[in-house]
């Protein structure tokens, strides 16, 4: 473990969601919120406006449904991470992929014939534009 790892590991919760948040964030952390073992902190970090491609991928990865409904929001996604979503094995995600204009028609047509009645009445809404709010000192997130 490198004593920039030791430092962030030793960081409280809350000073860790901090930095997640951070308009400043040191690149050398974005690793550690990236792989954090603590949901709200990557739930934070996923929700930056600032993600790189490679970090959408990982975040997209995550076991927890709710990283992956974070990500789904977004309107960079590629076209396999757009299916990814359309298809996740949670309702939820693909609730809120059902909003995203990136959707085709195809897909958009899959999700209404979703069997989550939710899923559906968000596909039924059509695209729904990216919002984004940015308090003092934190960067652009994702709402």
Known sequence: MSELERQY???SIGERMDL??????PEAYRPFLLRDQWM???CYFARRLDLRPDEVTALLDDQDHVIRL????????TPEQVARCVTDRDPNVRYFVARNPLLSEAQRQRLLEDEDELV???????PRELRVRQRPGQAEVIR
């Open 9 to 11: 590991k030793s960081l």
């Open 20 to 25: 997640a948040l951070s308009a400043d964030l």
């Open 40 to 42: 709200q902190i990557k």
């Open 70 to 77: 974070c990500i789904a929001k977004r309107h960079d996604l």
């Open 120 to 126: 559906r009445a968000a596909a039924r809404k059509g």
